[in-house]
């Protein structure tokens, strides 16, 4: 039995303002591509940079208007591995609360490694990517909530 619930996913949106040329142009691409996919934007919260993230994710994902958060932002490589540090704990954070919210919190955060050229040249398919396994994991995990076993093999896709 194959089961697919589409619903109406009400999505929330972290956008990093570090970078703003690029994290505006990615917070345009992931409101339209929510709107293709059918989802309803309810939250779109700015932040300083893409470390300060994790700071309003438990706040946004305890709302009962958000079934699933993506998080936008773009970390540009520097004459340091300041970017490494900041990319690599940003996203072990977001994974952490995700998992303890039980709430899909995707990531669609550019760098490490990433110069400006490069960044620009991504803004598109990662704030897509991060807004559609956002719609995804929520409806999936709605179906996963609802799927009852009847003796043939349940499919959620």
């Not at 109406?8 to 970078?19: P, T």
């Not at 609360?97 to 960044?119: C, F």
């Not at 396994?133 to 709605?142: D, P, Q, T």
């Given at each position: 039995?194959?089961?697919?619930?589409?619903?109406?996913?009400?999505?929330?949106l972290v956008v990093a303002?570090?970078?703003?040329?690029?994290?505006?142009?990615m917070?345009?691409?992931?409101?339209?591509?929510?709107?293709?996919?059918?989802?309803?934007v309810t939250y779109v919260v700015?932040?300083?940079g893409v470390f300060d993230i994790p700071m309003?994710?438990?706040?946004?994902?305890?709302?009962?208007?958000?079934?699933?958060?993506?998080?936008?932002?773009a970390v540009i490589q520097g004459a340091t591995k300041h970017d490494e540090i900041v990319a690599t704990q940003?996203?072990?954070?977001?994974?952490d609360i995700a998992v303890e919210v039980d709430k899909p919190i995707t990531l669609g955060i550019i760098g490490h490694g990433a110069n400006r050229i490069q960044a620009l040249e991504r803004v598109e398919e990662y704030a897509r990517r991060?807004?559609?396994?956002?719609?995804?994991?929520?409806?999936?995990?709605?179906?996963?909530?609802?799927?009852?076993?009847?003796?043939?093999?349940?499919y959620i896709d």
């Amino acid at each position: 039995m194959v089961l697919y619930r589409s619903y109406m996913v009400k999505l929330a949106l972290v956008v990093a303002e570090f970078n703003y040329d690029i994290t505006q142009l990615m917070l345009q691409k992931a409101l339209e591509h929510a709107k293709f996919l059918g989802a309803e934007v309810t939250y779109v919260v700015k932040v300083p940079g893409v470390f300060d993230i994790p700071m309003v994710l438990k706040e946004l994902a305890s709302k009962n208007d958000v079934d699933a958060i993506a998080t936008l932002g773009a970390v540009i490589q520097g004459a340091t591995k300041h970017d490494e540090i900041v990319a690599t704990q940003a996203a072990r954070k977001i994974l952490d609360i995700a998992v303890e919210v039980d709430k899909p919190i995707t990531l669609g955060i550019i760098g490490h490694g990433a110069n400006r050229i490069q960044a620009l040249e991504r803004v598109e398919e990662y704030a897509r990517r991060a807004v559609e396994a956002a719609v995804k994991l929520a409806r999936r995990k709605r179906a996963l909530k609802e799927a009852k076993y009847t003796g043939s093999t349940v499919y959620i896709d």
